[in-house]
Antibody
């Protein structure tokens, strides 16, 4: 059974860093893209980071580029999202998700999410 | 960025047929996917590639469309389908999601 379990969320002050983890099981982690998607309270979904299977390439939207860093440790079956210089608008539930990369790219398994609150 | 526009909410009775629409600001070919999110849960993939049913998803769900106009259909609707439905495009960078359509079952 495919499982993705996020951890590391919490309440932090603006400007602080925070690192999220995503523990994967039930599939070959080293052969899959890892992605982070967030959802602000009561709002829609926003893709925030992707990393390719061997970790050699990373992708971000402009809203987080330069502040967020995605990585993965294939030996530990774990992905990470390092978030720096956090802002109030980064407050959201953060999901890690597996991406299918075939004719189309879509997210077939999601973790349960971890909440990040940025507030003074 | 490609903007995906969805109607905010719909209300239908059990047994009825419901269509949820998603309109893209530019063509996404068939790179459109649909997710269901129930309160307090993570999103769940329903449809990929505009019309392909994800394994394990009931055949009551179907998708159609290409280019800029897409539809998710549930027929017949059941009480358990109460949820918010999101579309997502993967044809243009960056990937974007619609704002969601909240489906209420009367």
């Amino acid at each position: 059974e495919v499982q993705l379990v996020e951890s590391g969320g919490g309440l932090v002050q603006p400007g602080s860093p925070l690192k999220l983890s995503c523990a994967a099981s039930g599939f070959t982690f080293s052969s899959n893209w890892l992605n982070w998607i967030r959802q602000a309270p009561g709002k829609g979904l926003e893709w925030v980071a992707s990393i390719n299977p061997d970790g050699s390439s990373t992708y971000y939207p402009d809203t987080v580029k330069g502040r967020f860093v995605v990585s993965k440790d294939n030996a530990k079956n774990t992905g990470y999202l390092q978030m720096n210089n956090l802002r109030s608008e980064d407050t959201a539930m953060y999901y890690c998700a597996r991406r299918v990369v075939l004719q189309w790219h879509y997210f077939d398994y999601w973790g349960q999410g971890v909440m990040v609150t940025v507030s003074s | 960025d490609t903007v995906l526009t969805q109607s905010p909410a719909l209300a239908v009775s059990p047994g009825e047929r419901v269509t949820i629409s998603c309109r893209a600001s530019e063509s996404v070919s068939t790179g459109m996917h649909w997710y269901q999110q129930k309160p307090g849960q993570q999103p769940k993939l329903l449809i990929y590639g505009a019309s392909n049913l994800e394994s394990g998803v009931p055949a009551r769900f179907s998708g159609s469309g290409s280019g800029t106009d897409f539809t998710l259909t549930i027929d017949p609707v059941e009480a358990d389908d109460t949820a918010t439905y999101f579309c997502q495009q993967s044809w243009n960078d960056p990937f974007t999601f619609g704002s969601g359509t909240k489906l209420e079952i009367k």
